[in-house]
Nanobody
Framework: QVQLVESGGGSVQAGGSLRLSCVASGISNSRYCMAWFRQAPGKEREGLAG????????VYADSVKDRFTISQDYAKNTLYLQMNSLKPEDTAVYYC???????????????????WGQGTQVTVSS
């Protein structure tokens, strides 16, 4: 069974950086897409970035592609999200998720992902 555990959230001032981590277990091969989502209070869950473990192809939402970077350490079963130039509107609970096979080419939709972590809170103050 796939399990995902996020860490690295916290409070930071606007303009700062954070790196989120997601440790995965139960993924038996590299034919998985792993992704980061976030959900702010009163808003829908938003797909931010995805990476196909086999080959490392990435996809980003336009809202974060110039500030966030998704990466993986396959040997450590760990997914990362480097977040730079953080803004107050980035405040949300951040989730990692995974699905079998390739990532979507454009929109990263939560409906496509079967396995989810518990989330980690990111708070950006002005």
């Amino acid at each position: 069974q796939v399990q995902l555990v996020e860490s690295g959230g916290g409070s930071v001032q606007a303009g700062g950086s954070l790196r989120l981590s997601c440790v995965a277990s139960g993924i038996s091969n590299s034919r998985y897409c792993m992704a980061w989502f976030r959900q702010a209070p009163g808003k829908e869950r938003e797909g931010l970035a995805g990476i196909y473990l086999r080959g490392g192809n990435t996809v980003y939402a336009d809202s974060v592609k110039d500030r966030f970077t998704i990466s993986q350490d396959y040997a450590k079963n760990t997914l990362y999200l480097q977040m730079n130039s953080l803004k107050p509107e980035d405040t949300a609970v951040y989730y990692c998720a995974t699905k079998y096979f390739t990532c979507p080419e454009r929109e990263i939709s939560s409906a496509d992902f079967a396995f989810w972590g518990q989330g980690t809170q990111v708070t950006v103050s002005s």
